[in-house]
T-cell receptor, first 112, second 118 residues
Framework: LAKTTQPISMDSYEGQEVNITCSHN???????ITWYQQFPSQGPRFIIQ???TKVTNEVASLFIPADRKSSTLSLPRVSLSDTAVYYC?????????????FGGGTRLMVKP | GAVVSQHPSWVICKSGTSVKIECRSL??????MFWYRQFPKQSLMLMAT?????????EQGVEKDKFLINHASLTLSTLTVTSAHPEDSSFYIC??????????????FGAGTRLSVL
């Protein structure tokens, strides 16, 4: 079971780029890295998923180094509405088992 | 696409009564659905895994007789909190995993149900 470690909280200002790093030192060969966003009193929302190198979508980018022991979620030009908790999950892409453990997440506060 | 509907969004009940929460995948088939509980300022805790047509798998420490899960179809799972007590007050969230292999095990979450037991 690949455990993840993230900073508990981060502060940023509107318009800045925010990078949240997740450590997953014992990631397995078949594991994917998935990030979710959660607003208060709402269910988490899928942001991005990757296996290696870089993945980009309309919301964020995910950078994964060659050793895959960490990953960085990059949010370009954040706004106040990006204030949320961000969770990094690591697990086998075809096996639900260890994809379901949520760590503490990173509480991002975007200030005006 | 990949919308999960959870109902009700908020429920208040008296101690000793039962509450049913529904989770529906609206535009995809979900062979597996998951139920989580989340207390204020804490992370999500997996309660059980629900597979269509079979019994749910409960996590350690979760009472299966208290939290009844039924996954009657590929688009519907229900969680019934039986004989609810104030300590069961929490935010309950369901998620569904799409059947397609290419989904890479991404979970799609419902909006959650806030349960308050008086």
């Amino acid at each position: 079971l690949a455990k993840t470690t993230q900073p508990i909280s981060m502060d940023s200002y509107e318009g800045q780029e925010v990078n949240i790093t997740c450590s997953h030192n014992n990631i397995a060969t078949n594991d994917y890295i998935t990030w979710y966003q959660q607003f208060p009193s709402q269910g988490p929302r899928f942001i991005i998923q990757g296996y290696k190198t870089k993945v980009t979508n309309e919301v964020a980018s995910l950078f994964i180094p060659a050793d895959r022991k960490s990953s960085t979620l990059s949010l370009p030009r954040v706004s106040l509405s990006d204030t949320a908790v961000y969770y990094c999950l690591v697990g086998d892409g075809n096996n639900a088992g260890n994809m379901l453990t949520f760590g503490g997440g990173t509480r991002l506060m975007v200030k005006p | 696409g990949a919308v999960v509907s959870q109902h009700p969004s908020w429920v208040i009940c008296k101690s000793g009564t039962s509450v049913k929460i529904e989770c529906r995948s609206l535009d995809f088939q979900a062979t597996t659905m998951f139920w989580y509980r989340q207390f204020p300022k804490q992370s999500l805790m997996l309660m059980a895994t629900s597979n269509e047509g079979s019994k749910a798998t409960y996590e350690q420490g979760v009472e299966k007789d208290k939290f009844l899960i039924n996954h009657a179809s590929l688009t519907l799972s229900t969680l019934t909190v039986t004989s609810a007590h104030p300590e069961d007050s929490s935010f309950y969230i369901c998620s569904a995993r799409a059947r397609a292999v290419l989904a890479k095990n991404i979970q799609y979450f419902g909006a959650g149900t806030r349960l308050s037991v008086l």
